[in-house]
């Protein structure tokens, strides 16, 4: 069963804008809700390592890799239990594949994720 479905991936060029978001599936919102959860979007290069860019705690207290700080904005949006991630000023090295996760209590989930390809 998909729990974490992302969407909203594409090819844009540099300077551009897009908006990621991560649908949470139900039976994960049975138990809590979605901000008593963590929720992180992570980036995989090619040939490199899963590295994580942005990052909402249960506080809501978002943390962001210094690489996407100040072009990047994750939030909750509850009307549609989604988690989102707004990337403004994209450059080529943004290119890679972005996955949500989810997690509490030693728990955790990923989504498929969805390509990002910044490129002229």
């Known amino acids: 069963q998909v729990q974490l479905v992302e969407s909203g991936g594409g090819l844009v060029q540099p300077g551009g804008s897009l908006r990621l978001s991560c649908v949470v599936s139900?039976?994960?919102?049975?138990?809590?809700?979605?901000?008593?959860?963590?929720e992180g979007w992570y980036r995989q290069a090619p040939g490199k390592q899963r590295v994580m860019v942005a990052s909402?705690?249960?506080?809501?207290?978002?943390i962001y890799d210094d690489s996407v700080e100040g072009r990047f904005t994750i939030s909750r949006e509850y009307a549609k239990n989604a988690v989102d991630l707004q990337m403004h000023s994209l450059q080529p090295e943004d290119t890679g594949v972005y996955y949500c996760?989810?997690?509490?209590?030693?728990?955790?989930?990923w989504g498929q994720g969805t390509q990002v390809t910044v490129s002229s």
């Open positions: 996760k989810l997690w509490r209590d030693g728990t955790e989930y």
């Open positions: 909402i705690s249960r506080a809501s207290i978002s």
């Open positions: 139900e039976n994960i919102l049975a138990e809590y809700n979605l901000d008593e959860y963590n």
